[in-house]
T-cell receptor
Framework: GQNIDQPTEMTATEGAIVQINCTYQ??????LFWYQQHAGEAPTFLSY????GLEEKGRFSSFLSRSKGYSYLLLKELQMKDSASYLC?????????FGQGTTLQVKP | SAVISQKPSRDICQRGTSLTIQCQVD?????MFWYRQQPGQSLTLIATANQGSEATYESGFVIDKFPISRPNLTFSTLTVSNMSPEDSSIYLCSVWFTNPGGGNTIYFGEGSWLTVV
């Protein structure tokens, strides 16, 4: 079957670092995506990992271990505007299978 | 990057009616997809829109309820037929885009927020 797990909710403090984990078991894999979704808006692309290792993009980094079926999204120097849902999705020839999303609340 | 425009952005629909959502991309893309996001839920793939042939539907979705057209490589439509309140959702178009410098990205349109009353 297809299964993608991520924590439902997380809370962190402004200026801190937070790591959102995602584990997956899927029948096909050609990449893992992270999206950010603010309430009332469509998802926006954050990162794409196809090979093992860390991809860094400004305050956001994403890590992938294909052998472990594991990824994480790392957010540094948290800002209040980072309060949003973060969606982990596995790609199988362009079709995305989404986890349930992690709602991150950043507090002052 | 690819710029994706969806219409309508929002609509309130009467139950029993049908509504067609349009998705326009500013460049040719091979693969286009339609997703649904029900209130408080994550995204679920409805179907892959195939250019020049019938769409490929995921389990739980059927052509009679969600007919899809893909007349060319930049445009697709999704119709939500015979709507009921359970169809109140965000409907999102996405594209698999190959970046000129290499690598792939999947982009989403802004979404179409449908409320069925």
């Amino acid at each position: 079957g297809q299964n993608i797990d991520q924590p439902t909710e997380m809370t962190a403090t402004e200026g801190a670092i937070v790591q959102i984990n995602c584990t997956y078991q899927t029948s096909g894999f050609n990449g893992l995506f992270w999206y950010q979704q603010h309430a009332g808006e469509a998802p926006t692309f954050l990162s794409y990992n196809v090979l093992d290792g860390l991809e860094e993009k400004g305050r956001f980094s994403s890590f992938l271990s294909r052998s472990k079926g594991y990824s994480y999204l790392l957010l540094k120097e948290l800002q209040m505007k980072d309060s949003a849902s973060y969606l982990c999705a596995v790609s199988n020839t362009g079709k995305l299978i989404f986890g349930q999303g992690t709602t991150l609340q950043v507090k002052p | 990057s690819a710029v994706i425009s969806q219409k309508p952005s929002r609509d309130i629909c009467q139950r029993g009616t049908s509504l067609t959502i349009q998705c326009q991309v500013d460049s040719q893309v091979t693969m286009m997809f339609w997703y649904r996001q029900q209130p408080g839920q994550s995204l679920t793939l409805i179907a892959t829109a195939n250019q020049g042939s019938e769409a490929t539907y995921e389990s739980g979705f059927v052509i009679d309820k969600f007919p899809i057209s893909r007349p060319n490589l930049t445009f697709s439509t999704l119709t939500v037929s015979n709507m009921s309140p359970e169809d109140s959702s965000i409907y999102l178009c996405s594209v698999w885009f190959t970046n000129p410098g290499g690598g792939n990205t999947i982009y989403f349109g802004e979404g179409s927020w449908l409320t069925v009353v």
